[in-house]
């Protein structure tokens, strides 16, 4: 069953269009369970109908034609039970709906399995005989289980609409030209502009359809890219005959014969005569090749599949290197991947930057916190959007809804127009409040600092009149490089932030990777990353790159003294000395060298949950703590928070935090010592009321976000927020917090922010 099921569902990968790969399933699971009937319903999610959509053994008219209520017929059945259904006579039992063009009327025994993607129903799938008799359960199993990897690539076709016939001809014509998705609003704001598309370097699967502009350079980039890769073939070769016996080698011929100019070259190059791009060409060849493989009926010969793709990938790398790095990015680029990262946001030329859409991350990986930071709109997580299919469309991004619109129509586009200026003018309103303390109406005052990675975030956190830098992740100078940065860049980075802010405050956190941060040349591969390798754990492994690092922060604050110093991660005490006495040895090392520096003032972020329960002792050790509620809350509530599956679970406003949070203020003001916040959750107009309350000495924000959080400041009193938090402090769901909050901000008509605060 096991071979059985993998090969269906290696045809389904690749067929040419799912409505063919529901016919070659609804064949093969005909024959692997050898019964009568066996056939797909779709829900055509527009007229909540079910579309019968592949059918072998019923009427084949029916296709495409038959349509059920969702609550008509077995079919029905299944799908409002979500659960399989299988019984020994269909025609006794009360759903039993005989729909004449399907022709099912001699068939008594039904099995009927739903297809359900994210807790959504796709369809049913159906299997009849005319015996009557119960399916067996390894029957059931096969069927359920290839259901359920059936599931995620239908959802996929039919988001991305590239199934045909489940939406009727009438609403095909109206829907033609706009499409929506949906992913997670991460940053607020509405972007509108052209799509340009990242798509995953070497992966043949995610390149798209393109015309070529000159067909002659497009094959003699081909032919250099295919000449390349033969030659890494043959060098391969070469390297392995020591080590490998005569007839293994003879696969390198093989493979050497597959890149032959008469083979494969031969094949692209007549693709790109048709029109195609390179990339294109080579990819649709790669695809035909690799159906042929797997129509194979013997295994070895069927796993030469991997070979070809691995050859394809190899010439593609090499003609993306000269390709992808000729990107032209619109003046108003919405930026679309299916992984975007920090480093390719800062690709964009500045300025020309509108919106940001990636298929995979959550509103709180890295990426989207730079674009917070940048204000630049942005949906994580959409997990339909087919990269191929957008590339150059015109396309709005909801930023605060999460919602994405391909081609849309003129008067959404007006609409979003007008959206866009009242937030514009809302910004250009709290313009007046830069200079004025951020302080509750009964003269409760809180300090503002902004967190910052990218150099041009400066400006902005000027414009605003920050009072400081509460966290300067410096880890994203490192990813936009292809090396470690020496001391002596890194000398020049800090000195011109410390200089910028001086006399204010300016805390540098050290080196922070791991979890979805990754160098380029420093390859970290978990199988669990955010709780592996990252952090103080990654530095403390290597004095020689913290060192540096230190260094170079102290020098650069000479005449300023203005540094403060960050550690991310601790999750110990002896982690916490360890790196101090680190600290200290760069400290004496750049005094002797003849520095003139005073010590640099000293914090953790606490973000780990073991670090909560020993804040008061990590308190004795330090000047300041920062906590980053965003690992906390993923550490406190076990969900990852650059899963956008489980995001809907990542909650800061879960009392289980906030609870933390009043621990870690208290056990830190017993010692003294000052207490700050970086995570996003100080960001959140709704949650700013709290941290006010539970007595955060300061909050350190988004440029981008610091004059709405004065104005919350200024519209609430100590008072009423100590109030407030006392009361939701009883409750026991984030939800009910959250709701109780955005009324007490409407109360104090702040009501707009409520939208903004959504991202
Ligand atoms: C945090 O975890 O809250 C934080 C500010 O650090 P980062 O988001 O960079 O992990
Ligand atoms: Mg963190």
Avoid at 83 to 89: A, L, R, S, V
Avoid at 400 to 416: A, D, M
């Amino acid at each position: 069953m096991l071979t059985q099921l993998r090969r269906i569902v290696q045809d389904v990968n690749s067929a040419a269009n799912l409505n063919e790969a529901l016919c070659l399933v609804t064949q093969q699971v005909k024959e692997a369970i050898n019964t009568q009937s066996s056939s797909i319903y779709l829900v055509d999610n527009h007229r909540a109908e079910y579309v019968l959509m592949a059918a072998d053994g019923l009427n084949p008219d029916a296709v495409g034609t038959v349509r059920l209520k969702m609550s008509q017929g077995l079919v029905g059945l299944v799908g409002q039970r979500e659960e399989p259904i299988n019984i020994e006579n269909s025609q006794i039992h009360p759903n039993f709906f005989p729909e004449p063009r399907v022709k099912e009327e001699n068939y008594k025994a039904f099995l009927g399995v739903p297809i359900i993607h994210r807790r959504n129903i796709q369809g049913v799938f159906v299997v009849q005989e005319e015996q009557e008799r119960r399916y067996d359960e390894e029957e059931e199993a096969f069927l359920v289980t290839l259901c359920a990897q059936l599931s995620g690539v239908i959802a996929h076709a039919k988001a991305t609409g590239i199934v045909e016939g489940i939406t009727a001809i009438t609403e095909k014509v109206a829907a033609k030209d706009i499409a929506t998705f949906a992913g997670i609003p991460s940053a607020s704001g509405v972007g509108m502009g052209q799509a340009v598309v990242i798509y995953p370097q070497a992966d043949l699967d995610a390149v798209p359809d393109r015309k070529a502009d000159n067909i002659a350079a497009e094959k003699s980039l081909f032919n250099e890219a295919l000449q390349a890769t033969r030659e890494d073939i043959k060098a391969l070769a070469e390297r392995l005959r020591q080590t490998l016996p005569e007839d293994e080698l003879s696969l390198f011929d093989v493979y050497l014969k597959i890149l032959d100019n008469n083979n494969l070259g031969f094949e692209v190059m007549a693709e790109i005569d048709n029109g195609h791009w390179a990339q294109g060409a080579l990819r649709m060849v790669i695809e035909r090749h690799a159906q042929h493989f797997a129509a194979m009926e013997d295994d070895y010969l069927r796993e030469r599949i991997t070979d070809v793709k691995d050859l394809g990938r190899r010439v593609l790398a090499y003609l993306q290197q000269n390709q992808q790095a000729n990107i032209t990015y619109a003046e108003n680029t919405i930026l679309v991947g299916d992984d975007i990262s920090a480093a390719h946001l800062a690709e964009v030329p500045e300025g020309y930057l509108s919106g940001i859409i990636s298929g995979k991350g959550s509103s709180n990986s890295h990426v989207a916190i730079l674009a917070r930071a940048l204000g630049i709109p942005t949906v994580m997580g959409v997990q339909d959007l087919s990269l191929t299919k957008v590339e150059d469309q015109h396309i709005i991004v909801d930023g605060y809804y999460g919602h994405i619109y391909v081609n849309p129509t003129k008067q959404l586009q007006r609409e979003f127009s007008k959206l866009a200026r009242e937030e514009q003018e809302l910004d250009a309103d709290l313009q007046e409040l830069r200079d004025k303390p951020a302080q509750t109406t009964d003269e409760y005052g809180i300090d503002l600092y902004v967190n910052m990675g990218l150099a041009i975030d400066a400006s902005l956190a000027m414009s605003v009149g920050a009072g400081g830098v509460g966290l300067y992740r410096s880890e994203v100078s490192f990813m936009a490089r292809d090396r470690f940065p020496t001391e002596a860049e890194q000398y020049v980075i800090y000195r011109q932030l410390l200089a910028a802010f001086s006399p204010r405050p300016v805390a540098i956190r050290t080196l922070d990777i791991g979890g979805d941060k990754i160098l380029p040349y420093f390859p970290m591969d978990e199988d669990n990353p955010y709780l592996g390798w990252r952090g103080i754990r990654v530095t403390l492994d290597h004095p020689d790159l913290f060192l540096v690092q230190i260094r170079a922060m102290l020098r650069a604050s000479e005449g300023f003294n203005n540094l403060g110093v960050l550690f991310p991660m601790i999750s110990s005490i002896s982690e916490l000395e360890e790196a101090q006495h680190l600290l200290q040895r760069a400290y004496h090392e750049v005094v002797d060298e003849g520095a003139n520096i005073e010590k640099p003032k000293v914090g953790i972020m606490l973000e780990v949950p073991s670090a909560v329960w020993q804040a008061q002792a990590i308190a004795q050790r330090v000047d300041f703590v920062s906590v980053g509620s965003n690992d906390l809350t993923q550490y406190i509530l076990a969900v990852d928070r650059n899963n956008a599956r489980v995001s809907e679970l990542y909650d800061s406003l879960h009392p289980a935090v906030l609870h933390a949070l009043q621990h870690a203020v208290d056990s830190i003001h017993k010692e003294n010592k000052c207490i700050s916040i970086c995570g996003e959750m100080a960001s959140d107009p709704v949650a700013v009321v709290l941290l006010l309350a539970m007595g955060f000495d300061s909050l350190s924000i988004n440029s981008s976000s610091l004059l709405r959080v004065k104005w919350v400041i200024r519209q609430f009193s100590m008072k009423h927020a100590k109030e407030l938090l006392e009361e939701v402090m009883t409750y026991d769901n984030p939800a009910s917090i959250r709701f109780r909050l955005e009324q007490a901000l409407d109360e104090a008509g702040l009501g707009g922010l409520i939208r903004a605060g959504k991202r």
